[in-house]
Nanobody, 121 residues
C-alpha cells in the first residue's frame, strides 16, 4: 500500500506560478500528475518513471510545467509556470508499483486526495 499526500495548491492570477508536492509513503515504479476540472474527465498532466527519472508531459503543459522528484524524500513535484485560466482544476498525484499504464487514470492503484489550483484571468 502506498499513501500519497499532495500540497501546494492555491489561487493565482494568469501568468503566475505554483509548485505542487506529492509525498509517497513507499516505493513506486511510476508517478504522475492528473487534473480534473468540473464537468470534465480526469486528464493526465505529467509523469515520471521513478527509477530512471524519465519525464513525460501532456502537450497542453509542455514548456510551462516541470515534473521532478527527490528520491531521498520520496517526493514528486510539479512546478507550474505561466499558468492559464484553463489550468484551473483539482490536481491529483497518482502512483503505481509496476507500470505507468499509458498514463491512463484507470491504470493507477494509488491516488492522493487532490489539491485545488485556481487561475484567474
Amino acid at each position: 500500500q502506498v499513501q500519497l499526500v499532495e500540497s501546494g495548491g492555491g489561487s493565482v492570477q494568469a501568468g503566475g506560478s505554483l509548485t505542487l508536492s506529492c509525498v509517497a509513503s513507499g516505493s513506486t515504479y511510476c508517478m504522475a500528475w492528473f487534473r480534473q476540472a468540473p464537468g470534465k474527465e480526469r486528464e493526465w498532466v505529467a509523469g515520471i518513471y521513478t527509477a530512471s527519472s524519465s519525464l513525460y508531459y501532456a502537450d497542453s503543459v509542455k514548456g510551462r510545467f516541470t515534473i521532478s522528484q527527490d528520491n531521498t524524500k520520496k517526493t514528486m513535484y510539479l512546478q507550474m509556470n505561466s499558468l492559464k485560466p484553463e489550468d484551473t482544476a483539482m490536481y491529483y498525484c497518482a502512483a503505481d508499483r509496476s507500470r505507468c499504464g499509458n498514463w491512463l487514470p484507470r491504470n493507477y492503484n494509488y491516488w492522493g486526495q487532490g489539491t485545488q489550483v485556481t487561475v484567474s484571468s
